[in-house]
């Protein structure tokens, strides 16, 4: 299981995501994110292992993971879900992922062909702005906390539209 903080995305901020007991295990680059809206995911030397930026290819938010240098995935918010928030993370090949729930209070789950592979939730933690992600064994982890990010930066990027008058 991993703990991320809600509302690291600070500009000029960095954050550490840490499994259960707290243990750092990734550092998310909020420096990046203050050029453009992009995070870089660091291992605990420092070395980048991932990236999550946004893509200007539609109206609707999509934004594109790297893992190593190579695409790894694209996540997009689906045009109609009534009752329920959906994003898919577009894989290359047959295996996408759907993220299904309650995306702004981050009570989801992560699904592959109808299959649970990971669920995020707020539950067991009293402090407001933190949530955990438990990923199945065998699952590709920063895949799915890059997928999480990205969820993030585009709720996120959602809330402030809709505050705009």
């Known amino acids: ?11 000029g901020q960095d954050s550490d995501i840490t499994d259960e007991h707290g243990r750092p295990v990734l ?7 203050s050029l453009r809206e992009r995070l870089v995911l660091r291992d605990l030397d420092g070395r980048e292992v991932a990236e999550v930026r946004r893509k200007m290819v539609s109206m609707r938010p999509t934004y594109e993971i790297e893992i190593g240098g ?8 689906k045009l109609f879900t009534p009752f329920v928030d959906r994003y898919t993370v577009d894989i290359p090949g047959p295996d996408d992922l759907e993220l299904v729930g309650d995306l702004f209070d981050h009570d989801y789950t992560v699904r592959r062909g109808g299959q649970v592979v990971a669920t995020v939730s707020k539950a067991f933690f009293t402090m407001r702005d933190t949530y955990a992600v438990d990923i199945a064994a065998g699952e590709d982890e920063l895949l799915i906390l890059a997928a999480v990010l990205a969820l993030d930066l585009a709720e996120d990027r959602e809330r402030k539209a809709e ?3």
Do not use: S
């Open 27 to 33: 550092r998310v680059d909020g420096k990046a994110l």
């Open 70 to 77: 190579q695409e790894a995935a694209r996540v997009r918010k």
């Open 1 to 11: 299981m991993y703990v991320i903080r809600e509302k690291f995305f600070g500009f």
């Open 163 to 165: 505050r705009r008058p």
